[in-house]
């Protein structure tokens, strides 16, 4: 009961502290005019700032600490141990290094080779400090994996969801809508595992979102309360996401008997950032394009592409989500690891040839009006 109440604290602090931060950024960015620039591949034509993902790291920190110190006082012991400590400490560090690389971002420009060796620097600092896969579940037949192997991994996955996040983050509250219902699942499956410290985290990040995505989504323009989150966002809620997941996916022959198969669960909140860049990069090599080359070939365009206004787009991904959360969820006591994961890929798959033939029909009758 206790644990329940500092999580609510965590939430309400995020939450409060996000109220507080984003709408004085706004103005500043407006006064400052810090807008994000418009091109032929922006869906925004408004003058809108993206440095909402500023007041994110500093009140995820600021409300979990607070917390801690609730937590102290109250009962006058250590809420983490030693072990946990190290790893908050080399996840703060990460999302402290992430955060100046995406305010830099957001301000001046930072080419994409240097953000690849900061992201990889903060991908070796977690696995290091001993957030790195161990096993993956009989995933193609393969179970423990050495430290060797299990380093690396870590860090390419890392550096995935980092840009997999970014990318995705292309209509108003899409990243961060996706964000609350990964933040929302993490926390209640490390309540139910009792992993207090990443529970805290998780519970902490979605009272963060919940203003700016009110912002994001419903702010206004000419009234300076519109923003977007920016790459100073994106890397804060990927790095967080990333390591809850990759927390969620360390064997735990104690965490396997509460939550059997939990590597492709942990992965089920990211499915729909992961999958479309995956998509999104076969696409530029099959098109023989730069595989850095921004276009409009992401799922949030595509559905937008039938006709959809940005905020149903974005119901409809979210909701897409959702359901592949719910499925493997399911799922997992009834089908292998990788019978699972293929069903997914599969059924992302088929969704996509799907809307690609309605945008196509659409498009010839619209040619045949014209």
Same mark, same amino acid.
């Given at each position: 009961?206790?644990?329940?109440?500092?999580?609510?604290? *965590?939430?309400?602090?995020?939450?409060?502290?996000?109220?507080?931060?984003?709408?004085?950024?706004?103005?500043?960015?407006?006064?400052?005019?810090?807008?994000?620039?418009?091109?032929?591949?922006?869906?925004?034509?408004?003058?809108?700032?993206?440095?909402?993902?500023?007041?994110?790291?500093? #009140?995820?920190?600021?409300?979990?600490?607070?917390?801690?110190?609730?937590?102290?006082? #109250?009962?006058?012991?250590?809420?983490?141990?030693?072990?946990?400590?190290?790893?908050?400490?080399?996840? %703060?560090? !990460?999302?402290?290094?992430?955060?100046?690389?995406?305010?830099?971002?957001?301000?001046?420009?930072?080419?994409?080779?240097?953000?690849?060796?900061?992201?990889?620097?903060?991908?070796?600092?977690?696995?290091? !400090?001993?957030?790195?896969?161990?096993?993956?579940?009989?995933?193609?037949?393969?179970?423990?994996?050495?430290?060797?192997?299990?380093?690396?991994?870590?860090? @390419?996955?890392?550096?995935?969801?980092?840009?997999?996040?970014?990318?995705?983050?292309?209509?108003?509250?899409? *990243?961060?809508?996706?964000?609350?219902?990964?933040?929302? *699942?993490?926390? %209640?499956?490390?309540?139910?595992?009792?992993?207090?410290?990443?529970? @805290?985290?998780?519970? *902490?990040?979605?009272?963060?979102?919940?203003?700016?995505?009110?912002?994001?989504?419903?702010?206004?323009?000419?009234?300076?309360?519109?923003?977007?989150?920016?790459?100073?966002?994106?890397?804060?809620?990927?790095?967080?996401?990333?390591?809850?997941?990759?927390?969620?996916?360390?064997?735990?022959?104690?965490?396997?008997?509460?939550?059997?198969?939990?590597?492709?669960?942990?992965?089920?909140?990211?499915?729909?950032?992961?999958?479309?860049?995956?998509?999104?990069?076969?696409?530029?090599?099959?098109?023989?394009?730069?595989?850095?080359?921004?276009?409009?070939?992401?799922?949030?365009?595509?559905?937008?592409?039938?006709?959809?206004?940005?905020?149903?787009?974005?119901?409809?991904?979210?909701?897409?989500?959702?359901?592949?959360?719910?499925?493997?969820?399911?799922?997992?006591?009834?089908?292998?690891?990788?019978?699972?994961?293929?069903?997914?890929? !599969?059924?992302?798959?088929?969704?996509?040839?799907?809307?690609?033939?309605?945008?196509?029909?659409?498009?010839?009758?619209?040619?045949?009006?014209?």
């Amino acid at each position: 009961m206790i644990y329940n109440l500092e999580l609510g604290v *965590a939430f309400l602090a995020g939450c409060l502290f996000s109220a507080m931060v984003i709408p004085r950024i706004s103005l500043v960015a407006f006064k400052l005019r810090l807008f994000d620039p418009m091109n032929s591949r922006k869906i925004h034509t408004e003058c809108i700032p993206r440095l909402g993902g500023v007041a994110f790291f500093p #009140c995820i920190i600021v409300a979990v600490s607070l917390t801690i110190v609730f937590h102290s006082l #109250c009962l006058d012991d250590d809420l983490f141990g030693g072990e946990l400590t190290i790893r908050f400490l080399a996840l %703060c560090s !990460a999302l402290f290094i992430l955060y100046l690389m995406g305010v830099m971002d957001d301000l001046v420009g930072v080419r994409y080779r240097s953000k690849f060796v900061v992201q990889t620097l903060c991908g070796l600092l977690m696995a290091f !400090a001993g957030c790195y896969f161990n096993n993956l579940y009989g995933l193609f037949g393969i179970h423990e994996i050495p430290g060797y192997v299990g380093i690396p991994f870590t860090v @390419l996955i890392i550096v995935y969801i980092l840009n997999a996040v970014n990318l995705i983050d292309g209509i108003d509250g899409l *990243a961060s809508g996706l964000g609350m219902i990964a933040f929302l *699942a993490f926390g %209640c499956l490390f309540v139910y595992l009792h992993r207090w410290m990443y529970a @805290l985290l998780a519970f *902490a990040s979605l009272g963060v979102l919940v203003p700016f995505f009110y912002y994001n989504v419903f702010g206004q323009t000419r009234r300076g309360r519109k923003l977007f989150m920016g790459d100073t966002g994106s890397l804060t809620i990927g790095m967080l996401l990333a390591v809850m997941a990759i927390r969620l996916s360390m064997f735990d022959p104690v965490k396997e008997r509460l939550l059997p198969g939990s590597i492709v669960v942990a992965f089920s909140f990211l499915m729909v950032p992961m999958l479309d860049v995956v998509r999104v990069v076969l696409h530029r090599m099959r098109s023989r394009k730069p595989l850095f080359s921004p276009d409009k070939n992401h799922i949030h365009h595509k559905f937008m592409a039938l006709g959809m206004p940005q905020h149903r787009a974005m119901l409809c991904i979210v909701g897409i989500a959702v359901g592949f959360t719910v499925l493997n969820v399911c799922a997992i006591h009834y089908l292998s690891v990788t019978v699972l994961f293929l069903l997914d890929v !599969a059924a992302w798959t088929v969704m996509h040839f799907c809307i690609t033939g309605k945008i196509l029909k659409n498009n010839r009758k619209n040619h045949i009006k014209d």
